[in-house]
Structures are given as C-alpha cells and as structure tokens.
C-alpha cells in the first residue's frame, strides 16, 4: 500500500518561508519521480514542481520558479520544497505525488499515479 505524508504546512506572512515534506512509504522511492501540486477552492490543481528519481532533474512552474527549491533524499524516501518569498496567492492545499512509470516532464496530473492527502498553506498579506 503506497502512502505519501505531507508535512510542514501553516500559516506564514507574505514573503516569509516554509519547507513542506512528504513521507514514501510502499513503492520503490528509488524509481519515482516526485512532484508537489497545489490546488485553491475553486480552481484547478496546479503543477508545483518536479523532481527526477535521481534528483538530478528539476521542474518548475513559472509562477515559483526562483522561489522554490524541489529536493529528494533517496536513503530516508522523503522529498521536499522549499518555499520562499511566498506570496498570498501562493495560499492552496499543497499535494505531494509521485510517478512510478520512469518518464519524467509531463505536469498533467494523470500522470502521477499516488497522492497525498495534502496540507494546507496560507500566506496572508
């Protein structure tokens, strides 16, 4: 049974900082590729940024790129973003995901296959 365990959410001041985490457990970490997407009420889930199995490949959308940093640590199967000079419009439900089919680039979510139950960020002005 795969299970993702987002951790590290809150509320924070615009420009301020937080690091979310997730927790692998139940696949092979070693393999998969890992992301984080984000979504508001009311509007779409949004791709974050992505990660290689190997963490040598990044991805990032435009809206967070040079804010967020991606990492992995393959020894405890955890991967996280850190986030800084956040931004109200950066408040959303923060998911981790992962993407067991060795390809790496596709942001569609259809293309991750587990999720995580999500944590909430808030960014207030």
């Known amino acids: 049974q795969v299970r993702l365990v987002e951790s590290g959410g809150g509320l924070v001041q615009a420009g301020g900082s937080l690091r979310l985490s997730c927790a692998a457990s139940?696949?092979?970490?070693?393999?998969?590729?890992m992301g984080w997407f984000r979504q508001d009420p009311g509007k779409e889930r949004e791709f974050v940024a992505a990660?290689?199995?190997?963490?040598?490949?990044?991805d990032y959308s435009d809206s967070v790129r040079g804010r967020f940093t991606i990492s992995r640590d393959n020894a405890k199967n955890t991967v996280s973003v850190q986030m800084n000079s956040l931004k109200p419009e950066d408040t959303a439900v923060y998911y981790c995901?992962?993407?067991?089919?060795?390809?790496?680039?596709?942001?569609?979510?259809?293309?991750?296959?587990?999720w995580g139950q999500g944590t909430q960020v808030t960014v207030s002005s």
């Open positions: 995901v992962a993407d067991t089919s060795r390809h790496f680039g596709d942001r569609h979510p259809s293309s991750f296959d587990y």
């Open positions: 139940g696949l092979t970490f070693t393999t998969a590729s």
């Open positions: 990660i290689s199995w190997s963490g040598r490949t990044t």
